[in-house]
Each structure stands twice: as structure tokens, then as C-alpha cells.
């Protein structure tokens, strides 16, 4: 069974600094692309960013660059979104995804590429 659990969500103030976690299981995580997207009320999900099999090629919404950091540990299973400097506008529910698809970059910024999700973690960003 496939699982990708995410973590670390929370509240914080705008311009803090918060790291999200996303902890696979049931697939060959080695072999897989990890996507972060969120989404906020009455809005569509959102790319937030990609990373590659190997960790070696990352891609962001330009919301989101300079800002938010992708990583993985392909020995722990897990994927990080690590998010500094943070807005009001961040404030969503933030979900990890995967695909097996052959990652080219933009064919990963939409939502069908993926074909697992974990159940999100609610960022909370105030004034």
C-alpha cells in the first residue's frame, strides 16, 4: 500500500521559517518524482515545487523561489519543503505527490503527472 504521509505544518507569523516532510512508503521511492503543491479556499491547487529522482534538478513556482527549498533523502524516504521568508499568501494545505513519469520539468507542474498524494498539512501564516 502506498502512503505519503506529510508533516511539520503549523502556524506561524509572516517571514518565519517553516520545514514540511513527507515520508513514503509502499513504492520505490528512489525511482519516483517528488512533487509539493498546496491549495487554499476556493482555489485551485497550486505547483509549488518539484524534485527529481536523483535530488540533483529542482524546480519552483515563482511564487515560491527564492523562498522555499526542496530536498530529499532517498535513504529516509522523504522529501522536505523547507519555507523561509513566509507570506500571508502561503497560507494553504500543503500535499506531497509522486509520479513514476519521466520528468522533463514542466510536465510536472500540473496535478495529473501524479498519481499518489498524501493527505496535507495545513500552513497557517498571520501578520
Known amino acids: 500500500q502506498v502512503q505519503l504521509v506529510e508533516s511539520g505544518g503549523g502556524s506561524v507569523q509572516a517571514g518565519g521559517s517553516l520545514r514540511l516532510s513527507c515520508v513514503a512508503s509502499?513504492?520505490?521511492?528512489?525511482?519516483?518524482?517528488m512533487g509539493w503543491f498546496r491549495q487554499a479556499p476556493g482555489k485551485e491547487r497550486e505547483f509549488v515545487g518539484v524534485?527529481?529522482?536523483?535530488?540533483?534538478?529542482?524546480t519552483y513556482s515563482d511564487s515560491v523561489k527564492g523562498r522555499f527549498t526542496i530536498s530529499r533523502d532517498n535513504a529516509k524516504n522523504t522529501v522536505y519543503l523547507q519555507m523561509n521568508i513566509l507570506k500571508l499568501e502561503d497560507t494553504a494545505v500543503y500535499y506531497c505527490?509522486?509520479?513514476?513519469?519521466?520528468?522533463?520539468?514542466?510536465?510536472?507542474?500540473?496535478?495529473?503527472?501524479?498519481?499518489?498524494w498524501g493527505q496535507g498539512t495545513q500552513v497557517t501564516v498571520s501578520s
Open positions: 505527490a509522486t509520479s513514476s513519469r519521466t520528468y522533463s520539468g514542466s510536465n510536472a507542474y500540473t496535478p495529473v503527472y501524479y498519481d499518489y
Open positions: 509502499g513504492l520505490a521511492f528512489r525511482s519516483r518524482v
Open positions: 524534485i527529481n529522482k536523483s535530488g540533483d534538478s529542482k
